[in-house]
């Protein structure tokens, strides 16, 4: 047990030979184009390229020739359409939400196909787990919602509305309008990015750790301890599928808060 | 040690870029799946989708409206069946019984005419009939005198030829007969009727 603790340390145990845990270096693979440039594609950037052409190459399939009667790839597709668009952008936007459907809906289908390249075969990580994807996006949700915001009501009232909450007494807006702005304008987008950010790189860390140990206990322990190779994978398997749920999930709260955030800027009283 | 790698790993000798800021690469890279993938979904996912379904509803509410106004006519189709039907039972009924009458009509008219024709028939026998006795009375009148007297004439020995008294005996039992004959025709013209 207190060997296992340890493995969460990095590099608590690798000096006398044994387990090697995982460390965040995972998320820094080397170059292999381009070094040293802005340009520079890593293992990680092919596999956002991959995941990207694979989303597009999908919805591009499915509504190529969409039918009255939908069939295969376009039935599915329209079902994955169909239901991020009513949960999330009828749900919170209403009538207001067809000119938000498209960010919203590619949202959460980049996110979701970014996710789930964290558990493919040969994949095994995903781009949601180097902060610069989160952080693009919750910079786009961002500038969406102030965008939105300052469009509808002017830069003055929208800036005004969001940091004096009607119904307070007036001396209670020296404490509130200061929290009141950085959670609005400076907090939503850093907690969009870290929420994803952090959710990714746990999941593949613990994937890693768990699949890693296995093959440590089979091929490297002595004698009984190979046993725990069984535990160890069942965990790795338990794991793989949690992060379907995860990849999931944290796609539609990211999709879900970004549609929150631009309905806050619509509506005419904060 | 994990803290420390969070916060980034600058502090230790930079051979580890921290998990916090973003590479640049990583920011190119990213942001232009991003911005390829918002595009297609804004540009050509969603517009198709809302097209496809709004398409969809149409035909759907259409379909609907359709069926109900076939309904309808159907509807109006079985009361106008209906209505025709009543008609024409009640004309048939009545058809049936004008034949009813009809025949009735025809029967007993033929029956009439049936019975006339017996008549006249059964009439004309009986004057044929009639004509022909006297007939034949008149010639068994002749017939039978002549027998009579030739038998007599042989019983008695001696000729009872043309003269005066022999024919009045002969007359006289002719007459006789007659009686006898008229009573017996009065019998089988009663028998015939019956």
């Given at each position: 047990m207190i060997a296992t603790l340890s493995?969460?340390?990095?590099?608590?145990?690798?000096?006398?030979?044994?387990?090697?845990?995982?460390?965040?270096?995972?998320?820094?693979?080397?170059?292999?184009?381009?070094?040293?440039?802005?340009?520079?594609?890593?293992?990680i950037n092919l596999i956002m390229m991959?995941?990207?052409?694979?989303?597009?190459?999908?919805?591009?399939?499915?509504?190529?020739?969409?039918?009255?009667?939908?069939?295969?790839?376009?039935?599915?597709?329209?079902?994955?359409?169909?239901?991020?668009?009513?949960?999330?952008?009828?749900?919170?936007?209403?009538?207001?939400?067809?000119?938000?459907?498209?960010?919203?809906?590619?949202?959460?289908?980049?996110?979701?196909?970014?996710?789930?390249?964290?558990?493919?075969?040969?994949?095994?990580?995903?781009?949601?787990?180097?902060?610069?994807?989160?952080?693009?996006?919750?910079?786009?949700?961002?500038?969406?919602?102030?965008?939105?915001?300052?469009?509808?009501?002017?830069?003055?009232?929208?800036?005004?509305?969001?940091?004096?909450?009607?119904?307070?007494?007036?001396?209670?807006?020296?404490?509130?309008?200061?929290?009141?702005?950085?959670?609005?304008?400076?907090?939503?987008?850093?907690?969009?990015?870290?929420?994803?950010?952090?959710?990714?790189?746990?999941?593949?860390?613990?994937?890693?750790?768990?699949?890693?140990?296995?093959?440590?206990?089979?091929?490297?322990?002595?004698?009984?301890?190979?046993?725990?190779?069984?535990?160890?994978?069942?965990?790795?398997?338990?794991?793989?599928?949690?992060?379907?749920?995860?990849?999931?999930?944290?796609?539609?709260?990211?999709?879900?808060?970004?549609?929150?955030?631009?309905?806050?800027?619509?509506?005419?009283?904060? | 040690?994990?803290?420390?790698?969070?916060?980034?790993?600058?502090?230790?000798?930079?051979?580890?870029?921290?998990?916090?800021?973003?590479?640049?690469?990583?920011?190119?890279?990213?942001?232009?799946?991003?911005?390829?993938?918002?595009?297609?979904?804004?540009?050509?996912?969603?517009?198709?989708?809302?097209?496809?379904?709004?398409?969809?509803?149409?035909?759907?509410?259409?379909?609907?409206?359709?069926?109900?106004?076939?309904?309808?006519?159907?509807?109006?189709?079985?009361?106008?069946?209906?209505?025709?039907?009543?008609?024409?039972?009640?004309?048939?009924?009545?058809?049936?019984?004008?034949?009813?009458?009809?025949?009735?009509?025809?029967?007993?008219?033929?029956?009439?005419?049936?019975?006339?024709?017996?008549?006249?028939?059964?009439?004309?026998?009986?004057?044929?009939?009639?004509?022909?006795?006297?007939?034949?009375?008149?010639?068994?009148?002749?017939?039978?005198?002549?027998?009579?007297?030739?038998?007599?004439?042989?019983?008695?020995?001696?000729?009872?030829?043309?003269?005066?008294?022999?024919?009045?005996?002969?007359?006289?039992?002719?007459?006789?007969?007659?009686?006898?004959?008229?009573?017996?025709?009065?019998?089988?013209?009663?028998?015939?009727?019956?």
């Open positions: 493995w969460l340390l990095p590099a608590a145990t690798s000096e006398d030979g044994g387990f090697t845990p995982p460390t965040v270096g995972e998320f820094f693979p080397g170059a292999l184009f381009f070094a040293n440039t802005p340009f520079a594609i890593t293992r991959l995941m990207a052409g694979l989303l597009c190459l999908f919805m591009v399939v499915a509504f190529r020739k969409p039918a009255l009667v939908p069939r295969g790839i376009q039935n599915l597709g329209e079902m994955m359409v169909d239901f991020v668009y009513k949960s999330i952008v009828e749900e919170i936007l209403g009538a207001n939400g067809k000119r938000f459907a498209g960010f919203l809906v590619g949202l959460f289908f980049f996110i979701f196909f970014f996710n789930i390249a964290g558990i493919l075969p040969l994949i095994h990580i995903s781009p949601s787990s180097v902060i610069a994807v989160p952080m693009v996006m919750a910079v786009a949700v961002w500038v969406v919602f102030n965008y939105v915001g300052i469009r509808k009501h002017g830069l003055g009232h929208y800036i005004a509305m969001n940091v004096f909450p009607p119904g307070v007494p007036k001396p209670i807006y020296l404490f509130i309008t200061p929290i009141e702005f950085i959670s609005t304008f400076l907090l939503r987008p850093i907690t969009l990015t870290i929420r994803l950010l952090a959710n990714m790189m746990s999941g593949h860390l613990l994937l890693v750790l768990f699949f890693s140990a296995t093959w440590f206990f089979l091929l490297e322990s002595d004698g009984l301890l190979k046993i725990f190779a069984v535990p160890s994978f069942l965990m790795g398997f338990a794991f793989t599928l949690f992060e379907i749920l995860v990849s999931l999930l944290q796609a539609y709260i990211f999709a879900l808060l970004a549609a929150v955030y631009i309905q806050g800027s619509l509506s005419e009283e904060h | 040690m994990i803290l420390g790698q969070l916060l980034g790993a600058a502090a230790e000798g930079g051979e580890q870029p921290s998990i916090l800021f973003p590479a640049i690469y990583d920011i190119i890279w990213g942001g232009l799946s991003f911005t390829i993938v918002m595009l297609l979904f804004w540009r050509f996912v969603l517009p198709r989708f809302s097209a496809v379904v709004a398409e969809r509803s149409e035909k759907i509410a259409g379909g609907i409206q359709r069926a109900e106004q076939l309904q309808d006519e159907a509807a109006a189709a079985l009361a106008q069946y209906r209505a025709q039907l009543h008609d024409a039972r009640a004309e048939a009924a009545r058809i049936r019984s004008q034949a009813e009458a009809d025949r009735e009509a025809i029967l007993d008219q033929a029956r009439r005419e049936a019975a006339e024709v017996a008549a006249a028939i059964a009439t004309q026998a009986q004057a044929a009939l009639a004509l022909e006795r006297t007939k034949v009375i008149a010639e068994l009148r002749g017939e039978v005198g002549a027998i009579a007297l030739d038998l007599a004439g042989r019983i008695v020995g001696e000729a009872m030829s043309d003269d005066a008294r022999a024919r009045a005996v002969i007359d006289r039992f002719i007459d006789g007969l007659a009686e006898v004959s008229s009573v017996a025709d009065a019998g089988a013209v009663a028998q015939d009727r019956a």
